[in-house]
């Protein structure tokens, strides 16, 4: 078992940057790839990002390639979604989840955070 919680979430601007983190209680990160998923009301989860477990791993979504990027650290049991040039279509409710398996697939993830709202006014 594994509890995770997302922080970093807000109100940025077109054009501005965010960090999300999402932070790992209960068990090490380090034995779960992690996703970074985001949902708006009415739609389906949707993949972001995916890191392996040792992070020399990752995959994003086209439509965040260049401008987001996903990091960890297995030291501070965590794992960081990194947010440049966003958009108002990036405005959603982002969730980091945990998997045995490297997926771009949301039934994939076991474990879930609560997820931080992120706002991009134009």
């Known amino acids: 078992q594994v509890q995770l919680a997302e922080s970093g979430g807000g109100l940025v601007q077109t054009g501005g940057s965010l960090r999300l983190s999402c932070r790992a209680s209960?068990?090490?990160?380090?034995?779960?790839?992690v996703g970074w998923f985001r949902q708006v009301p009415g739609r389906e989860r949707e993949f972001v990002a995916v890191?392996?477990?040792?992070?020399?791993?990752?995959n994003v979504a086209r439509s965040v390639e260049g401008r987001f990027a996903i990091s960890r650290d297995n030291e501070e049991n965590t794992v960081d979604l990194h947010m440049n040039n966003v958009k108002p279509e990036d405005t959603a409710v982002y969730y980091c989840?945990?998997?045995?398996?490297?997926?771009?697939?949301?039934?994939?993830?076991?474990?879930w955070g609560p997820g931080t709202q992120v706002t991009v006014s134009s």
């Open positions: 989840g945990a998997s045995g398996t490297f997926s771009n697939v949301y039934r994939s993830y076991e474990f």
């Open positions: 890191i392996n477990w040792s992070g020399d791993s990752t």
């Open positions: 209960g068990r090490t990160l380090s034995s779960f790839v």
